[in-house]
């Protein structure tokens, strides 16, 4: 998931907020790791790392998320992003400050 952060009038600032699976993927993208790859391969690299899982910045590390996971080898970097997907959602479900705070989060002023 991406959100795009408010403007302050210059282009240096990234075009989006990444969190969520959407952060998982791309640290996927800067580490090397094949696929398939069981759910230690994945702790191994990427298990210490914190990652966003909302608008607002808050983190978590990817090991918690995979603890969440039943799978125990992912076919690909996809299966492992579509595996992690609900766990991400229901931690943000669960840690975020309501519906009211995640909208209010989004708007400009």
Do not use: W
Request: aromatic letters at 8%; a negative charge.
């Amino acid at each position: 998931m991406g959100v795009r952060p408010p403007s302050n009038g210059t282009d240096d600032e990234p075009d989006s907020i990444e969190f969520g699976i959407a952060a998982v993927d791309a640290r996927l993208r800067d580490v090397d790791l094949s696929f398939p790859a069981t759910k230690d391969d994945v702790a191994a690299t990427l298990g210490h790392e914190h990652v966003s899982y909302d608008v607002n910045g808050n983190d978590v590390s990817i090991g918690e998320m995979l603890a969440e996971v039943d799978c125990k080898e992912f076919r690909s970097r996809q299966e492992l992003l579509n595996e992690l997907h609900e766990p991400f959602e229901e931690y943000r479900r669960n840690n975020s400050g309501g519906l009211f705070q995640q909208f209010r989060s989004m708007l400009p002023f």
